[in-house]
């Protein structure tokens, strides 16, 4: 009895999933673009963060990003523990991943 | 939130702080208050804050117990993430229809951890953060938000359904649909606090696309323990400034922006964010373009002769336009008017606006309460009883009623807590005569 009230509910929650994925087609469809084009240049720069520490302009024009656009994913991946800040080189700081720091210790 | 209608005291619109403090002063007297907040989390502009003059009390230290003591409170109901659809009089009191936006997170599951956010693949600009830095499609709005819930943003969502999988109380409903209830209260107080004229909005500026020109609450951000860099930086390319320019009515006194009053708050903000650079970036300049300097408070203009004696610059000057400069640098170009005087220009590595002060919300259609020529909720008696509205019953705090510190925001949502409490006990002996 519970068995078959559960799977009811499973399959009306997958129907209204279904629905929901419809009714939002296109916010679904712009948002993985969006992360798509997020993941390339992420990877990019965590490429030039795993080579050592960098600092933004370097990064930029190692990837051929904006500057701009590469402290605000720094800054994000900072956030999310994936970025460390290191030495200050002049007026910039430095940046490595955080993985590659704990392989160096 | 069975219920679809609820009967409280007092209902306050706006948790920011004048909000907050008016609906602490009616709990204090058992008084039973609802406060409706648009937001996913209650502060306002204070928590976002990094300190505050002229004491230089850090905003979280605060703002956060004020916040939590009406969360805590057993006379105080917080409804987050709602809009005010309609306020109507009725007789003896007033209904407010409410819609709360879903969070597509059950608020009572939620614990706050943000593992649906790590989990999350999709960044997205975090106002929160001036823009400088990114949240998830799916966040806790920041670190010490109340309440510690997270808010999942449908227009970045995939609906891939990481959060949900991760989420150790399987707090995450995508279902989730606005709910649409209403508050009867005796008494209402309107604070509804301030928004800032738009970066975009000042042609001569840059209309906010020079880089390295940024905003006062911007620099808040960047000047906050838990901002975006963690430390001053400049957001085009990462540099530290060696010198940082605020403008002065940037927002304010200003006809061409629909500001023709002065927005009171941005020269001892300016001048609070100045010393906090001084400390930040030891071996920077920092100069301040002014037209007028009002330190009006209590301890304010020793504030400013202490920033001045810092070697914090002030140049009494109209700043004209802005335009790019060399590597990143801001020319800013203006009129002199000290000694010599005359049209001129300097380059700074970052350029600040102190932009003007204006209405967060507007009555109209959703209440009847006027508002003045400017825009705030009209005060029917200015100078004796500035927390009266044209409306009986409803009372207005902090800076819907206009510009104001957080000083004289917190003393007049004090005195609109004591107008609406002298208010219902008027009408609650009027009502036990009768009967």
Not at chain 2, 188 to 216: D, M
Not at chain 2, 223 to 235: D, E, I, M, S, T
Not at chain 2, 252 to 268: L, N, Q
Not at chain 2, 277 to 295: C, F, K, N, Q, W
Request: with cysteine; net charge neutral.
């Amino acid at each position: 009895m519970r068995d078959s009230t559960m799977d009811n509910n499973d399959k009306s929650k997958k129907q209204a999933m279904k629905q929901l994925r419809a009714e939002r087609k296109e916010m679904i469809k712009a948002a993985s673009a969006r992360m798509k084009i997020q993941k390339k240049k992420i990877e990019a720069i965590k490429e030039q963060l795993n080579n050592g520490e960098r600092t933004i302009p370097e990064v930029a024009e190692a990837t051929g990003l904006e500057p701009a656009e590469v402290l605000w994913f720094v800054a994000a991946l900072k956030k999310y523990g994936e970025v460390v800040e290191g030495e200050k080189d002049g007026s910039f700081f430095r940046y490595q991943l955080a993985a590659g720091l704990s392989r160096a210790e | 939130m069975a219920e679809n209608k609820m009967t409280f005291d007092a209902l306050v619109v706006g948790g920011g702080i004048a909000g907050l403090q008016a609906a602490l002063d009616l709990a204090d007297q058992e008084f039973k208050v609802a406060i409706v907040e648009r937001d996913a989390s209650i502060g306002g502009k204070m928590i976002r804050l990094s300190k505050v003059f002229p004491t230089l009390d850090c905003a979280s230290c605060i703002t956060t117990p004020k916040m939590a003591s009406a969360a805590h409170h057993e006379n105080i109901t917080i409804f987050t993430y709602c809009e005010m659809k309609r306020l109507q009089k009725l007789a003896g009191g007033f209904s407010a229809s409410i819609q709360q936006k879903p969070r597509f997170v059950d608020e009572l599951k939620c614990i706050g951890c943000r593992q649906c956010e790590y989990e999350c693949p999709v960044y997205v600009a975090d106002p929160e953060q001036g823009g400088f830095s990114a949240r998830k499609a799916i966040f806790v709005p920041f670190s010490n938000a109340i309440p510690q819930v997270a808010v999942l943003d449908v227009e970045n969502c995939m609906l891939c359904g990481k959060c949900e999988k991760v989420c150790p109380t399987k707090a995450v409903d995508y279902l989730q649909q606005p709910k649409d209830f209403s508050i009867e209260a005796k008494t209402v107080i309107l604070a509804t606090g301030i928004g800032i004229t738009p970066l975009e909005n000042k042609v001569q500026y840059g209309e906010g696309k020079i880089p390295n020109v940024i905003t006062a609450l911007q620099m808040e951000r960047l000047l906050a323990p838990h901002g975006p860099y963690n430390r001053v930086l400049r957001p085009a390319d990462g540099m530290e400034p060696d010198s940082i320019a605020y403008i002065q009515c940037a927002g304010s006194r200003d006809k061409s922006m629909g500001v023709p009053y002065c927005s009171r708050v941005c020269c001892m903000y300016a001048i609070k964010q100045a010393m906090l650079l001084s400390g930040a970036l030891p071996l920077a300049d920092v100069t301040i373009y002014y037209m007028d300097i009002r330190a009006f408070g209590k301890g304010y203009e020793q504030f400013y002769q202490n920033a001045k004696a810092m070697g914090i610059q002030f140049v009494k000057a109209k700043v004209a336009r802005l335009t790019e400069g060399e590597n990143g640098a801001v020319t800013v170009h203006y009129e002199s008017q000290e000694a010599d005087g005359g049209v001129t220009s300097a380059e700074h590595d970052l350029v600040v606006l102190s932009l003007g002060m204006v209405p967060d919300w507007n009555p109209a259609g959703y209440c009847e309460v006027s508002t003045a020529s400017d825009g705030f909720i009209r005060s029917v008696k200015p100078k004796l009883a500035p927390t009266l509205t044209d409306t009986e019953g409803i009372f207005v705090a902090g800076a819907a009623a206009g510009p104001k510190d957080i000083v004289d925001s917190i003393a007049e949502a004090g005195a609109a807590a004591m107008s609406a409490a002298e208010y219902l006990t008027v009408l609650n002996s009027r009502r036990r005569a009768v009967a």
